[in-house]
Each structure stands twice: as structure tokens, then as C-alpha cells.
């Protein structure tokens, strides 16, 4: 790295971080006070949303920010974003009832994507292409960590300080980023002479797009065949919606989602590839601490814990990776190398996951993560390029809404298979009632009940390991079809 880009480095690294670990951990953080808010507000059916609205939120705010961002300049818009995320963190803890709180979590999410989408911009800006490798690695870092740790936070805090300290931790955390992007340097928009015609009607139907589609997967994934009518009729109503956005940003002027971009093979195969790794991996985020309560007998806590071998594996592919960006040039040789072997290593874990004793697990687990944090860095990295620098903002935001989207699909398969395993053993309503009441249910079926139960489940749960080995796998053949390779 040159010594100017090295000086740019430590002037923006630590808000840009900050930043990236804020909007990261909040999509983690609260999924362990779910039930907690259930118990208080009641409607346990209806308390999915608080993930979705958040989720869907984020995912429109990525392009929206990301247009901004290259018109009007990306650090003066970090401060607006912050201010969003802030005012829903402060909605969310004082909420009266469900439906204020999902409201809230909607602004929340918003803030939330528009902090995403601007932070991974800032980087493109401050650091030359091929430099960008090595510091979209502590980004992804930050994110890994986030996301592994997030769950622990949520539990121990729910547990000792109410759901509503889930929220409220989240504020002094957006000071902190407020403060530190002080520090960054403000460079001239890209668009200074050409005035933004934005397109509303373009945001109106991806909204409606997006917010169909992502419900319609939260209620598939349920396998409720009471929620199948609804679920079809969103996915129609979505794939409608992004029939007639399609149409709607050909004609636009100033179009919400440049298609020619998205039209690019190194670009979209870039996005696709980064929406298969990020589903595999939120997938085995969100079900690897059910399987260990479950299947291994752990308590809450400790298998929240087990989630920092995966940070620690996704955080040391991305080091890797971006490291030898910079050192060589070359960008998708890296998860060309190793996602196959994560394919290999997911395959073996869906085989004697159950049998392995943990000290043999969790190296396989860390490396099988590792292999995936590869292609964090990369994906940012060739996107940007791609584009170039006066779609530096529409590029990121296109990597922030493939993540979103990603996860949301990968957390709907995965559930979908893992519960369709469990209901085929005949477990279902076990499964449901130790879940809910923890190892006093195992206790209670007596030793050979419950040593039946959990091989049911360790079966069922093999599809955990085998979906994220499918996932990896389209994302290896994607990585290898990538024609931009080197910098």
C-alpha cells in the first residue's frame, strides 16, 4: 500500500468500521430478543415482522443512498443516515405495542441500509482500486464479527437488561460513528453539473417489488399450508412489480437501478455470487445455535458463543483475500480457489457434524468460514471496478441489496429444508416443544425418548450443513465465471 493511501487508510478506517458494524450487528442482535418481546406484547405470529421490516427497509434504502450519495456526496449523507438509525433505535426501545415497534424497526432499517451502502461507497472513494482488497477486508472483518456477535449481545442483554436494552446499546455505538466520521475527507460529489431527476415511480414499485417478495419468503419458509395462498400471491405480485420496474427504468432519466450495469457479466455475476455465500452463511447463522441446543445439548449462552468461530474463519478469509488483491492484482482467483473447498468442507460437516466432538467441529466450522470470507472483499472490490467511479454508489448499493436479498432467501431455504426434514421424521411437535422449553422437555421423555429425539434431529439437521454446501457451490461456479480477474 502507498504511503498517501496508507495515511487515507487509517483517516477513514476507523469510522467507516464503526459504521459497518453498526448497521451489521443490528440484523443479529435482535433475533435473540424475539421471544422475550413475544412474551411481552404478544402476537408470537406476528413478531417475524420485526426481522422483515427491517430487512425490507434496508434493501430500498441501498440504491436510494447509493444515487444520493454519488449526487450530493457520500460523508454529508453518513451524518442523515446516523440520524435515521438513531431516531428508529430510540422508536424501537420506547415503543408501546407491536405494531409501533415494527414501524420504528422500519426507519431503523432504513437508517440501516442507507449506513451500509454509504460506507462501502467511502471506501471506493478513498482507496485506488487495487488497494481496495486489503481494506474491504477489515470491512468484511467488522462484519463477520458483527454478525457472530450479535446474537451473544442480544441474549446476555435480553436475559439481564429487558429486550428493550437491544435498542438502546445501539445509540452511544451511532455517537461513536458520528464523531469518528468527522474524520473523513469530504470529496466532491461525482455529479456535481448534472442535476438528479429522481425517480419516484421507480422507487414506489421497488418497494413494492422487494417488500412482496421478502414477505412472501417469510412465509413460505413457515411450510404452513394455511400461509401458501398469501405466500403465492406475493411472489406473483412481485415478480409483476419487477416486471413493470424493468419497463419504468429503461425510460427513466436518472433510473433508480441502472440495468446497463447490472447488464455487465463481471458486475451481476459479482452480485449473484455474493447473494449464494451470504445465504449460506446467514442461513447457518441463524439455525447452527438451534442445532447445538438441540442436537448437542447446549445451553443458550454457550452456543451463541460458538458463532466467533465463524467470525474468526469469515474474518480470516477476508484478510487473506484482500491482502493478495493488493499484492497481486488478482481479484477472483481467491474464492475461485477456496469456495470449492468450502463446498467440500460443508458436505463433510452434514455428514458427522452430530458425531464430531467440538474440538474437531469448530476448526472445521471456522475453516468451511473461512473459505466463504474470501469473496467478501472481492465481490465490493470487482463491482466497483466495474462500474467505475461515477456509479461508485449504485455499484455498492447493488452488493448491499444482493446481501440483503441473499440472506433473506438463504435463511428462507435453509429453514424451509431443515423443517421439512424434521416434519418428515415424524418430530415436528418435539422439535417445536424443546425448543420452546430447553432440556426440562428432554428430561422429562426419560433417557431413551430423548436420545431418540435427538438422532431424528441430528438427521433432519444434516440438510443445515447440506443447503449451505449447495449455496457455496453455485457461488464457486459463479466465482470461476467472472471475466474481470485482475487489477
Request: aromatic share 10%; with cysteine.
Amino acid at each position: 500500500m502507498s504511503q498517501d493511501a496508507h495515511a487515507r487508510f487509517k483517516r477513514a478506517f476507523p469510522g467507516i468500521a464503526l459504521t459497518i458494524f453498526l448497521s451489521a450487528v443490528d440484523q443479529t442482535i435482535v433475533a435473540t430478543a424475539l421471544p422475550a418481546i413475544a412474551a411481552d406484547m404478544g402476537g408470537i405470529e406476528r413478531v417475524s415482522w420485526i426481522l422483515v421490516a427491517y430487512l425490507v427497509a434496508a434493501t430500498c434504502a441501498a440504491p436510494v443512498f447509493g444515487q444520493l450519495g454519488d449526487v450530493f456526496g457520500r460523508k454529508r449523507l453518513l451524518f442523515v443516515a446516523l440520524a435515521i438509525f438513531a431516531a428508529g433505535c430510540l422508536g424501537c426501545a420506547l415503543a408501546p405495542n407491536l405494531g409501533a415497534l415494527i414501524s420504528a424497526r422500519i426507519v431503523q432499517g432504513f437508517g440501516g441500509g442507507a449506513l451500509l451502502t454509504l460506507a462501502q461507497a467511502l471506501i471506493g472513494e478513498a482507496v485506488p482500486p487495487r488497494e481496495r482488497g486489503r481494506y474491504q477486508a477489515w470491512i468484511a472483518g467488522s462484519f463477520a464479527f458483527a454478525s457472530a456477535t450479535g446474537p451473544v449481545i442480544g441474549g446476555y442483554a435480553t436475559q439481564y437488561l429487558g429486550w428493550r436494552s437491544v435498542f438502546l446499546v445501539l445509540l452511544p455505538v451511532a455517537v461513536a460513528c458520528a464523531v469518528l466520521a468527522r474524520r473523513l475527507v469530504a470529496v466532491p460529489p461525482a455529479r456535481r453539473d448534472a442535476p438528479l431527476r429522481f425517480d419516484w415511480a421507480g422507487l414506489f414499485v421497488f418497494v413494492v417489488a422487494v417488500g412482496c417478495a421478502l414477505v412472501a419468503l417469510d412465509r413460505a419458509r413457515r411450510l404452513d399450508p394455511a400461509m401458501m395462498p398469501a405466500a403465492v400471491a406475493l411472489a406473483v405480485l412481485a415478480v409483476g412489480a419487477t416486471i413493470a420496474l424493468l419497463r419504468i427504468e429503461r425510460a427513466a432519466a436518472d433510473p433508480l437501478l441502472p440495468l446497463a450495469m447490472f447488464g455487465e457479466a463481471s458486475i451481476w455475476r459479482a452480485y449473484l455470487l455474493s447473494a449464494c455465500v451470504v445465504g449460506a452463511q446467514v442461513g447457518m447463522i441463524s439455525f447452527l445455535p438451534v442445532w447445538l441446543q438441540t442436537v448437542r445439548g447446549m445451553a443458550p449462552g454457550p452456543s451463541g458463543l460458538m458463532l466467533v468461530a465463524m467470525s474468526i474463519g469469515g474474518a480470516s478469509g477476508a484478510f487473506f483475500a484482500g491482502r493478495m488483491v493488493a499484492r497481486t492484482g488478482y481479484a477472483m482467483r481467491w474464492p475461485s480457489l477456496f469456495l470449492p473447498v468450502g463446498v467440500v468442507l460443508w458436505a463433510v460437516l452434514a455428514l458427522v457434524a452430530a458425531e464430531l466432538p467440538l474440538p474437531a467441529f469448530l476448526p472445521l466450522l471456522a475453516a468451511a468460514a473461512f473459505c466463504s470470507g474470501t469473496s467478501y472483499p472481492v465481490v465490493q472490490v470487482v463491482a466497483q471496478a466495474a462500474a467505475g467511479r461515477e456509479r461508485l454508489g449504485a455499484a455498492s448499493a447493488g452488493v448491499a441489496f444482493s446481501r440483503n436479498i441473499g440472506a433473506a432467501t438463504g435463511t428462507a431455504v435453509v429453514a424451509a429444508v431443515v423443517f421439512m426434514a424434521v416434519s418428515a421424521t415424524g418430530s415436528g411437535a418435539a422439535f417445536q416443544r424443546l425448543v420452546a422449553e430447553g432440556p426440562g422437555y428432554l428430561a422429562a421423555l426419560g433417557p431413551e425418548a430423548a436420545a431418540a429425539l435427538r438422532g431424528e434431529l441430528a438427521e433432519a439437521f444434516r440438510g443445515l450443513f447440506a443447503t449451505a454446501a449447495v449455496l457455496t457451490a453455485v457461488g464457486a461456479v459463479l466465482a470461476w465465471r467472472v471475466p474481470l480477474r485482475r487489477f
